[in-house]
């Protein structure tokens, strides 16, 4: 079992809606990630928390905001996001912040902005 | 900058065939790590194997073993007797030694299906 959980597990939003992603881990872990996957795509990586702080951006819009309370919790604030926006959303955490590390990942949010 | 290549978009077996899944990577780094991960339909990216790039030794586990050659810069998934639960998109991925996560690359994927 994954020992990363994601709620909501879907999500319908219009453009102007504010939404937010949870990710939960169980893990004893210390890093946390937020992935993009759209259809016909590799895998974005979209921010790095370590120990709570933010450690990378990976030139992802203001229109999405990651917050990370503690080393368990990371979120996704959505707003004004656009059609192109729909995707799978993935977190993953690692015990280290080594990139080596292995990415332990949850179920993911599938989004939908109409 | 790494790369990973995954040239098999899409796999179609009939069960109990054998399978392999191509990756080929790129990297300047002589330390890197190098994976496999299971994607089902239900999304959740399975970890299956982390390899170092000082241990060629090939890896059995079960009906999946895996082909690391440095010389080829190649790291292949075999299925072996192919099941219907096998069919999922099947990533493989490089990171080089750093901190963080964006060294952390991953390939295209193959999508596997597994006919009854």
Request: net charge negative; with cysteine; hydrophobic share 30%.
């Amino acid at each position: 079992e994954t020992g990363v959980t994601q709620t909501p597990r879907h999500l319908v939003m219009g453009m102007t809606n504010k939404k937010s992603l949870k990710c939960e881990q169980h893990l004893g872990h210390n890093a946390m990630y937020w992935y993009k996957q759209s259809a016909k795509k590799p895998l974005e990586l979209m921010f790095v928390y370590n120990f709570k702080e933010q450690t990378e951006n990976n030139s992802v819009p203001s229109r999405f905001s990651p917050e990370c309370p503690n080393s368990s919790h990371l979120f996704l604030h959505l707003h004004t996001l656009q059609p192109e926006d729909s995707a799978l959303y993935l977190c993953a955490s690692t015990e280290g912040a080594l990139s080596t590390d292995t990415q332990y990942f949850g179920p993911g949010t599938r989004l939908t902005v109409l | 900058a790494q790369k990973v290549t995954q040239a098999q978009t899409e796999i179609s077996v009939v069960e109990k065939e054998d399978v392999t899944l191509d990756c080929v990577y790129e990297t300047r780094d002589t330390t890197y790590y190098l994976f496999w991960y299971k994607q089902p339909p239900s999304g959740e990216l399975v970890f299956l194997i982390r390899r170092n790039s000082f241990d060629e030794q090939n890896e059995i586990s079960g009906r999946y073993s895996w082909n690391f050659q440095k010389s080829t810069s190649s790291f292949n998934f075999t299925i072996t007797a192919s099941q219907v639960v096998d069919s999922a998109v099947y990533f493989c991925a490089l990171s080089e030694a750093g901190n963080y996560g964006q060294n952390f690359v991953f390939g295209p994927g193959t999508r596997l299906s597994v006919l009854p």
